[in-house]
């Protein structure tokens, strides 16, 4: 039996509680708090507790989905991608880049969080930025 214990930080939100995951036999079976980390102090919410569910989950996407008459059929990146460019685009060009709107997550890092606003300045044209820790 392979069992490794491996640090990480919690995904969920954007406080950034440090966690040690329970790997065995490359699974991961368990999520513990990290006593040492200087945000959490060794505490979890209930969602940092259980953060091993989601990631084993069957019901988790794994891969891009494109919705062909009203039913979700999985593509591959290059697809999603294009189909999602070439949608953006029609709706600038139809519409006026203000009629679209990017909302980003604390779940994001900092660094995708700046280039999702830059995309949306630099390549929509809007300033129509959100993000969720304003709700
Ligand atoms: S454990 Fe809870 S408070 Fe800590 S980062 Fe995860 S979701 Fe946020």
């Given at each position: 039996m392979?069992?490794?214990?491996?640090?990480?930080?919690c995904s969920?939100?954007?406080t950034g509680c440090g966690v040690l995951f329970e790997v065995m036999d490359g699974?991961?079976?368990?999520?513990?708090?990290?006593?040492?980390?200087?945000?959490?102090?060794?505490?979890?919410c209930i969602k940092g507790w259980n953060l091993h569910e989601y990631i084993n989950s069957d019901m988790r996407l794994t891969s891009p989905m494109l919705k062909i008459y009203g039913r979700f059929h999985k593509v591959g990146w290059d697809e999603a991608i294009?189909?999602?460019?070439?949608?953006?685009q029609a709706i600038v060009e139809k519409y006026g880049p203000d009629s679209v709107g990017v909302l980003v997550s604390a779940k994001m890092t900092n660094e995708e969080n700046y280039v999702a606003q830059k995309f949306a300045r630099a390549v929509i044209g809007t300033n129509n930025v959100d993000h969720c820790a304003r709700l």
């Open positions: 392979d069992y490794r214990i491996v640090p990480s930080v969920y939100c954007g699974q991961l079976v368990r999520t513990l708090p990290m006593k040492t980390h200087p945000v959490n102090e060794g505490k979890l294009s189909e999602t460019a070439g949608r953006l």
